[in-house]
């Protein structure tokens, strides 16, 4: 860490101007100051502090009601539930998601809240009960009229409805897909340190095409990788 | 008198701190100068765990990696956009041109793609082929020894091809292709478009002991914790300072003005504390304005003085004139080959292992000018989008689109990995009527008049975009694929992008022997004020179907040799 201290006393910062090079902040001190007013701050993937209090306004609204997030978490598990394997868009915590999403992207409220109405409406019509309290067979039964699109025409001159529940099943999907049980279904392997040396030879197979011998000897030599690079005059790699 | 001078004499300020800046940074501190670095953002260090997002998973972002606060992606290292707020740029005559800028220490080579291509000897004479736009005052024989020490310095990887016009280098050796990049090779050959291992800044294999070697993460736009990719400040800032060159950086510091005396030269800028929003000069012999080609030419144009009445520089009438970016168009194609994937990590480099420069003769053609050919696909880390429309292709097979229950798990599974994507990015000519200007009718919120846009796009790089979606949907078909949606029409400007969109502006301050039709010389220096050097993109003559950056650091160390020299003979 010697490294990082010794840049940092060399930061002058915004606050030094040209008049005094010395009493100004560090980017540690400026950073505590920064944190330490952010109450209820829980992430941690590299947010500037603008970011970070966006992220606490959007958190201390809320958009949907009680009722609505009761639907939509019915919906979430009807759209993928869980099977033997891996849990539910629910259990990947998509409701949640798309709640904060719905603040994030404040254009897709609309149709998320009326594609809830809508769905109510016509679950108090053929079934005399709000969508999420229907027997499951009533609820598919109501989401095959609106589940299916025609790829032919394009998704904004189809139905709202139709609309509306492509938004959910999107949504729903890279919930689940974008959390850990999901990452962990699709079988997704990367994100990690790792050496890439080329493509299994059983995958080559079943896609059917092969490396040229030409090819890879112009590719790295991996057991190299830490020998430092030296080249000859004309640019040829000597180590 | 308001404004806070600073009593430090310095050898040179230098304003902005992404490639140009960086590398100025670098070899002025290293010949021993006094150095100020003025950057509009905050201190970055991607080492810092504070800043970081690589190796992030998805779901640690609330939003799980959608571009609402950063356009390019939540885990996207660019602070900054299309649209900063308080900081306003507008358009004339109803044409578009949008502006990217990443307020940040090391600015946009944090995030960017690392395609580290020279520009070839036709790309510096251009004209004398095709009698377009102008020749530049250098040739490549002046740039080739800079290309040279930037590979060995900072390290790219590639392969020696004996192209005519795409020089090689002192390359690292490149990663093996990916499935996605096998099939393309493989529809390229059918169609005798050549294919090699792309050229990326990564440290494929270790350079020296200060920078760790690529873990093959797949994600530079995040920028790389151990610095095995090419960003400004991990690779030319931190070891200037490193290595006890006299280093201030002077961070959320907005450069208004080049001030002059009454010779005309410069004697340093005055720039606006972001923190305290007060007004500060900073004194020095030389000025070197790295802010990125239309920052730079913004600032010279907001330097007005008796000496210089229409803008430092601009005595000619050329500052801002002369903008372009590079052509784009893009295109996508379902590839059912890549179905039913056996998931393994292939992650790879951030970026593509192969790709296709041009390789086409324009005499045979009805565009001037060529592209080069960038190639992605493969079984990404899922992210914000991921699983939309899980089961559109369904409709290739007749089969029904939508739905509900597990089988969207077999669905999203049966498709991973099977989308191939292209991306052409060409050479447009620099004209003189594509310009940024000063909009006197408005402000940034630091008080500083902001710059308005004029651009039009002529029917040469339309045509070039109607050649680059032939061609992709020819390569689609030969790899067995459907491209997606369809081709761009005429209206549509064939699919290409918008002015501004590849990020790759150059131009505005362009170099030449004749003062009345150039900014500044060949060594980069104003012809108005000799202690005043140009070294990010706004020098360029045209721009080449290349990137620029790589171009940017050969002539910033060139720019930056010449003003260590000159100061040396006393001669500024």
Sequence with gaps: ?239 | MQIKESPKMYDAIIVGSGAGGGMATKILADAGLKVAVVEAGPFFDPADPDQMTQLKWPWESPRRGAGTDRPFGDFDTAYGGWDLEGEPYTHKDGTKFDWFRSRMLGGRTNHWGRISLRFGPHDFKHKDIDGLGDNWPIGYEDVKPYYDKVDKLIGVFGTKEGLPNDPDGFFLPPPKPRLHELFYINGARKSNIPVYPSRLSMLTKRINNDRGVCFYCSQCSRACQVYADFSAESVLIFPAQKSGGQVDLYVNSMVREVTTNSEGKATGVSYINKEDRKEYQLKGKVVVLAASACSSARILLNSKSEQHPNGLGNSGNTVGKYLHDSTGSSRAGFIPGLMNRKTYNEDGVGGMHVYTPWWLDNKKLDFPRGYHIEVWGGMGMPNYGFGFNANDFNKFFDLPTGGYGNSLRADVQKYYGSVLGFGGRGESIALEDNYCEIDPTTVDEFGIPVLRFHYNWSDFERKQARHMQQTFEELIHNMGGIPLGDTPTKEEDYGLHAPGNIIHEVGTTRMGDDPKRSVVNKYQQLHDADNVFITDAGPFVSQADKNCTWTILALSWRASDYIVEQLKQQNI
Excluded at chain 1, 138 to 157: E, G, N, V
């Design chain 1, 1 to 239: 860490m010697d490294r990082r201290k010794s840049i940092k006393s060399m930061i002058l910062g915004g606050m030094a101007g040209g008049l005094a090079l010395h009493g100004c902040k560090t980017k540690d001190e400026a950073e505590v100051e920064a944190t330490s007013e952010l109450q209820g701050y829980s992430y941690n993937y590299g947010r500037t502090p603008a970011e970070k209090e966006r992220i606490l306004e959007l958190e201390a609204d809320q958009f949907l009601n009680e009722h609505e997030m009761e639907t939509v978490t019915v919906l979430c598990a009807l759209i993928l539930p869980a099977n033997e394997h891996f849990g539910s868009a629910v259990d990947a915590g998509a409701p949640e998601f798309i709640e904060f999403m719905a603040k994030d992207q404040p254009e897709i409220q609309t149709s998320l809240r009326g594609g809830l109405m809508w769905l109510d409406h016509q679950s108090n019509v053929q079934f005399s009960k709000e969508f999420k309290s229907a027997e499951e067979a009533q609820q598919k039964q109501l989401l095959d009229t609106i589940a299916f699109y025609d790829p032919k025409i394009p998704l904004s001159r189809q139905s709202l409805e139709i609309q509306f529940f492509s938004l959910i099943r999107n949504l729903t999907l890279t919930g689940y897909y974008t959390s850990k049980i999901g990452i962990e279904d699709l079988g997704y392997k990367g994100n990690t340190p790792n050496v890439w040396d080329g493509v299994p030879q059983e995958v080559l197979d079943q896609h059917g095409v092969a490396y040229d011998e030409e090819w890879l000897a112009k590719c790295v030599d991996q057991s190299k990788r830490n020998v430092i690079a030296e080249w000859d005059d004309e640019g040829n790699l000597l180590t």
